[in-house]
């Protein structure tokens, strides 16, 4: 049966393209997102766990006023 095509072949490991919602079962699929996945029937958001967290760069980023001298409380 063609035409369903949930999983993706990579290199040699079998990545799942679609997740479906443990609350709503088989035929619910999380809506993908850029961080996390939910469903759009009732509301359950996984957050995908395997990236690290893109907001905290050590020496890119800084707010304002925060220098590196002796700011430190
Ligand atoms: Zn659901």
């Known amino acids: 049966m063609k035409g369903r095509e949930i999983f993706k072949v990579d290199g040699n490991k079998i990545t799942r393209l679609r997740r479906h919602c443990p ?7 999380l809506a993908d ?3 996390r996945l939910s469903c759009g029937k009732c509301g359950y958001t996984e957050f995908k766990k395997s990236e690290k967290k893109p907001l905290k760069t050590d020496n890119q980023i800084k707010p304002e006023g925060a220098k590196e001298n002796s700011n430190e409380k």
């Open 33 to 35: 997102h850029k961080d």
């Open 23 to 29: 609350k709503c079962g088989d035929g619910f699929f």
